[in-house]
């Protein structure tokens, strides 16, 4: 039979002091794993955190139809003066800028409303004279 080790409170501690010292490490490896996961699923920030660069609205490299709907919902808003109102229809908003831009730059002048794409079918690519005399600038292509 083995006769018992004699308790010495000097290898108590040390041992305890290894033990502490490899739950460290582990809390450790386990906070870089965790990073490393968020950072992979959310390489923008976390949801709802206020972290630069986190965008906020419609995405800007993204690629989608012109929406009707989405025009009207950010008119309403601006109308009510609600914050943000322009967050989500980025892509309608600055498609009739152009257009009123474009036309501006042949005479035409808009004083209110939103100008909105008819197609590229039904856009005219060509100057179309009115009953009036007036000549209308056509998009190009």
Request: charged share 30%; with cysteine; aromatic share 4%.
């Amino acid at each position: 039979m083995q006769e018992p080790e004699e308790f010495s409170i000097e290898t108590a501690i040390t041992d305890m002091v290894e033990k502490v010292n490899g739950i460290g490490e582990k809390v450790s490896d386990i906070e870089d794993r965790v990073e490393k996961a968020e950072k992979a699923q959310y390489p923008y920030g976390v949801p709802g955190s206020r972290v630069h660069g986190v965008r906020t609205g419609e995405d800007p490299l993204s690629s989608r139809p012109f929406s009707l709907m989405r025009l009207n919902i950010a008119l309403q808003k601006r109308a009510s003066n609600q914050p943000g109102w322009n967050d989500n229809a980025k892509l309608e908003l600055s498609l009739s800028e152009r257009l009123q831009k474009e036309y501006s730059s042949c005479g035409q002048v808009f004083d209110s409303g939103e100008l909105v794409p008819l197609g590229a079918d039904l856009m005219p690519t060509s100057d179309i004279e009115t009953e009036e005399g007036k000549v209308l600038p056509g998009i190009k292509k």
